[in-house]
């Protein structure tokens, strides 16, 4: 695991957007796996910068996000499928059809984790996995007690990241109780990994995922048997860190 420490959020999204540029560039192909959430905020804005600069162009991109709430339709504001053509898609050149959200909405939930998967096969697996971290160690939605052998699933959200959510919503009961993910077994095919952290209120997380125990009660854990991951993190997320 590669730490890269950097000052502030703003130099977290600006180190975060050099490798995706760097890896843009040198991927005929590039599958990239993408996360919600405040975290990435930051980077898609420069990544939307470095495409209108004509420094790089998302037109040979797959894209496979990590997850979405069951029950919210995509036109739904707190839906993963919004949130990303409003900070991303809707603004580079990637082609609709290459983009790929947990589909939250269909009847057969389970059918859709099975194609989520075999999408994510045919496309070749993933090339670079962005993450984010839960506070208590979850990687997409992947709570604490998830599986290490997990594939794309059905999730009920645990009431911590419930909370944490709840922010986006008018109320937490709106905040809804389950949500499809990518698996953990999924997410560490990934060729590459590179998880971005930031704020005091990650550090504990943070120090969990560098230091602690490999274990399935905090399944950002597991990336430490990943050999090549990245975490780039400010000082504030690095504080509890000796
Ligand atoms: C989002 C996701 C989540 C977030 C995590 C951190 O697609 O999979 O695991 O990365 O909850 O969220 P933020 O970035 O809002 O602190």
Known sequence: MEIIKVANYEEMSEKACSIYVERLLNL?????????????????????????????????????????????????????????????????????????VPNGEVSDTEKECRDYEERIREAGHIDLQLLGLGVNGHIGFNE???????????????????????????????????????????????????????????????ERLINGEVSEEFPASILQNHDNVIVIADEAALSKVN
């Open 144 to 206: 604490p007690g998830t599986s290490f052998s997990s594939r794309t699933h059905i999730v009920e959200l645990d009431e911590s990241t419930r909370n944490a959510n709840a922010r986006f919503f008018p109320s937490i009961d709106e905040v809804p109780t389950k949500a499809i993910t990518m698996g953990i077994e999924t997410i560490m095919e990934s060729k590459e990994i590179l998880l971005l952290a930031s704020g005091e209120n990650k550090a504990e997380a943070v």
């Open 28 to 100: 005929k192909n590039p599958v990239l796996g993408l996360a919600t959430g405040s975290t990435p905020e930051g980077l898609y804005k420069k990544m939307i910068e470095k495409q209108n600069q004509n420094e790089v162009s998302f037109k040979n991109t797959i894209s496979f996000n990590l997850d979405e709430y069951v029950g919210l339709d995509a036109s739904n504001p707190n839906s993963y499928h919004y949130f990303m053509k409003d900070k991303l898609f809707n603004h580079i050149d990637i082609p609709a059809e290459q983009t790929h």
